[in-house]
């Protein structure tokens, strides 16, 4: 995380910030879904909108999606998969237990 925080900071410009706030004007509603406002021109209000804004939110996203794949993987490639779902149990309840 602080590699990133170092690398955030070195990527900040303020012609960068014209730019974000230039496409917030054009799409306000994707650049909120996302967590980019505008009017951040700071380099504090850079790290807020871009750091805590996006991508803490899709870090734990993608790790929990590779985390689930590999636990729903390994009963696959041991056949353990097969065994459970002849057993009468329905797939929605074997992946989320």
Known sequence: MTMYIVIIIDMYNSQMMKTLDSFSKMMPDLMNAVGMTSGTHTLI????????????????????????????????????MALFLTGGHKRKSIVIT
């Open 45 to 80: 209000g850079f790290m807020v909108s871009y750091l805590y804004g996006f991508i803490l939110l899709v870090f734990p996203m993608i790790f929990s999606i590779i985390r689930a794949n590999s636990l729903i993987a390994k009963y696959t490639d041991n056949r353990a």
